[in-house]
Structures are given as C-alpha cells and as structure tokens.
C-alpha cells in the first residue's frame, strides 16, 4: 500500500499542506466520494420508497443498491442494515428501540469504563429509568482492558455487554480478548453491542462469523460523508426490535384513536394502532439521509478497490513504531498505549504531558499547521480515573505518510527547546 498515492485521491490533503492526524476523529474524503454524492444530486435527486416516477425509482434504487454495499462489506443481509447519522444515533437506537422495552428492573449491562460517551451516557440514563444495574470493566493502570473483569462481570444476570471492538483512546484489543468477551455473552445469554466506529476501517469485520447481535458505525470514519451511519441488526433479533423515531416511511398502516405507540405490535390485535413496517424500514422515520447513504456507498467502493486491511495494518504499525520511537525522547511524556502479550496494531496513539496541558501541544502543533486531537476524547471517566485532564491523540488513516509523523515530531521537537 502506497500512502502517498493513496493521498492523491484526497482533494484536501493534496492541495494543502495540513498534515491531518486527527482520523479517528473524522477522516478526510476522496474524490469518488465527493463527486458521487455530488453527481446523485445533479442526476437522481427524488425522495425514497415513496414517488412513483421514474426519478423516484432510480434514487431508491440507489438508495437501496448502498443498503447492498454496506451488507456485502460487512458480511451481513441488507435486511439486518439499518440507515442511521452516526454511530451515536446507532447506539440510541439499540437503546430505545430494543432495549428499552426489553431490560428490566435489575437486569445488568456490562461495559468498560473506557467507552466513549455515545456508548456510555445512553445506557447511565436507560438504566436510571428502567432501574438496570451497569457494571463497568476496569482498565489496568497500564491501560489494558482487564479481561478477567470483563469475564467475571457477565453473570447471568447480564442481559447487554456492549463495547468499542476497538478503543477511540487506546486503540485495538487483541483479538483473543474479543473472542472470549463474545463466547462468555453467549455462554449466559446476554446480547452483545458493539461500537465499530474505530474499527470498521482499520480491521476487517464479518458478521457471520462475529456473534454479535448489534453494530453500530458511521460512514465518515471510512471516508464517507457525515450525516450518515450504520446500525446492524442481526436478524434473530428481528422480532424484539421495536421502533424509535416516529413517522413516515415506518409504518404500513396508521388511524386516528391510538393512544399506546407500538401497541398492535404488542397485542397484535389493536387494528387501530399502527402497524409498523418490517425490518430495516420500521427503524428509518422520515426521509432517510439518500445522497450520504450513495456516498457511503461510493466509500465503501473506494475502500474495496484501494485497501487491503493487513497491508493497512502493516503501513500502521510502520508509523506507530516510528512515532512512538520519537516519543519516547520525552521524558514528561507518558505513552497511553498499552502492551498486550499479543501483539496488536494500532491506527492511534494517545499521550500526555508532565509538563504541557493537551490543549497547548495541540494549539503548539497547530502553527505548524499539524492537526491532532487534544482533550477528553468523550471519555471523561477514564481520564479522571487515571488522574489526568486531557490527552493528545494522533490518528491516522492510508493516507498518512511518513513525512507525517515527521512533521508532527519536528513541531513537537521544537516546543522542548
Ligand atoms: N464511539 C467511538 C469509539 C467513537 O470514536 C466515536 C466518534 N468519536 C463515536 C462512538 C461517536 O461517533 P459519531 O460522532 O459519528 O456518532
């Protein structure tokens, strides 16, 4: 994999000099991506599942054909995709169209304490309304995810275990790791959540060897556009699925009188409530977000033709090794990777200073026009139980070279002198 001609298919990276370290974030987009969401609405542009004009159709074909893309990526069905804005949305979704109706009083979710707010407030505020017990997995003080607290946490009385497949702050877990977190769910029967924003492109994901019963991603962490994300739902879960936003498109039939939302659904006698569609629609209310789901589309097609997961993962090391070996050329500067038995590649690395906050690194690094992420990372918990304010986190994606990490150590290089 060649990261300098893959920069090239970047219009911002290639006509600036901003060395972008900030991936994890958002990563940047590609022209196949910019002109396929511009051509869709120069050429197709027409509401979905609802005109009955050739227009219409052909923005629903589409529309339906990237519902196709997201499934093949993924190994999934399109029927278990669900069109989402992001992967907070993804999250919500689970919570209030599954969980909500389904845990109760006393059921307990597991999770680990590291998680980003999207897949951690969600739950605190389910579990304060149906009164649900959350038990957090501990981080070691070396900041690896304590397996044996996560297996001894499920019991079964653990009905979610919901985690990041991999860490916004600390990068990946070894695979090992995942695989036992998965059997020990299954063992007991627990669901299983996982937040794939980080992961989804930087290690390959198959949902038919995967066990998990919920994915949830966005699209402009894998050069997509924002505004739109992914919810995958296994289809075993079909029938527990309730709905969450309310209105068009996601319901087969509607009358005036009902006063109990899903209940037709719950009774399956109420003709007078409304009859919610099958799954995926049931679960995209109003007019779906058409040119992003094209330009998640053309993403994933870029993505397809461009990169090989284990090449990426090598050209990620490659600059993991060599930015951590500059790092450590600072003895304030405390390393927030941690060391597995197994080895793991990482597309991040989080750090902080003894002697600078996180903020002016960032504020330093930024005059050299190098842009990295400093902060919380919406994950205040475990910043405070490490006892720090804020870190800085460099990201990258296939598209960061060398001369990346270079310019970034040279600005970093020249705060210390
Ligand atoms: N989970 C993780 C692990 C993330 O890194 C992010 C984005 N920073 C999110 C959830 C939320 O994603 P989004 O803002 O696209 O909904």
Same mark, same amino acid.
């Given at each position: ?26 990563a940047q987009k590609p022209d196949a991506v910019i002109d396929a969401i511009s051509n869709f609405y120069r050429t197709s542009n027409a509401p979905v ?46 919570? *209030?169209?599954?969980?909500? &109706? ?33 038990? *957090?997995?501990?981080?070691?003080? &070396? ?45 007991v029967g627990a669901k299983i959540l996982c937040d794939a924003a980080q992961a989804v492109g930087h290690m390959k994901i198959d949902m038919q060897l ?12 894998? #050069? ?13 879960? #079909? ?52 040119? !992003? ?16 997961? !284990? ?19 600072? &003895? ?86």
């Open positions: 994999m060649n990261a300098l001609h893959i920069k090239q298919d970047f219009p911002l990276l290639r006509s600036s000099s901003v060395v972008y370290l900030d991936s994890a974030a958002t599942h609802r005109g009955i004009y050739a227009l219409a159709e052909q923005a629903t074909q589409l529309y339906e054909d990237a519902r196709k893309a997201v499934a093949d990526f993924i190994n999934a069905e399109s029927q278990e995709i669900v069109f989402t804005s992001g992967t907070t949305d993804s999250i919500n979704m689970v919570a *209030y169209a599954w969980a909500a &109706d389904t845990l109760k009083e006393g059921d307990e979710i597991v999770l680990p304490e590291s998680e980003h707010h999207a897949n951690l407030l969600v739950w605190q505020q389910l579990a304060h309304r149906n009164k649900l017990v959350i038990n *957090y997995v501990k981080l070691t003080d &070396d900041f690896k995810l304590d397996l044996n607290d996560f297996l001894q946490k499920i019991t079964h009385k653990t009905k979610l275990v919901t985690f990041a497949l991999s860490s916004h702050i600390f990068g990946n877990y070894p695979q090992e790791y995942i695989r036992a977190i998965i059997a020990k769910a299954h063992e995967s066990g998990i019963d919920f994915l949830a991603f966005s699209g402009h962490k894998i #050069f997509g556009p924002t505004g739109i994300g992914v919810l995958y739902v296994n289809k075993k879960n #079909f029938s527990a699925m309730g709905v969450y936003r309310i209105g068009g498109g996601m319901v087969q039939s509607a009358q005036l009188g009902c006063t109990q939302l899903g209940c037709a659904q719950l009774s399956g006698e109420q003709l007078s409530c409304p009859e919610w569609k099958e799954m995926p629609y049931r679960l995209e209310a109003g007019t779906p977000p058409i040119a !992003q789901a094209i330009g998640l589309h053309a993403a994933l097609s870029y993505f397809k033709e461009k990169i090989v997961y !284990q090449e990426l993962a090598e050209h990620e090391d490659t600059l993991t090794k060599h930015l951590l070996e500059r790092l450590k050329k600072h &003895d304030d500067i405390v390393i927030m990777q941690p060391r597995y038995e197994q080895p793991v590649h990482n597309h991040l690395v989080s750090f902080y200073s003894k002697k600078f906050h996180a903020h002016d690194i960032a504020a330093w690094l930024s005059q050299y026009n190098v842009a990295v992420r400093a902060g919380h990372h919406c994950a205040q918990p475990i910043h405070q139980r490490l006892g720090i304010v804020a870190s800085v986190r460099v990201s990258f994606h296939a598209y960061t070279t060398m001369h990346d990490i270079d310019m970034l150590c040279h600005a970093l290089d020249q705060l210390y002198k």
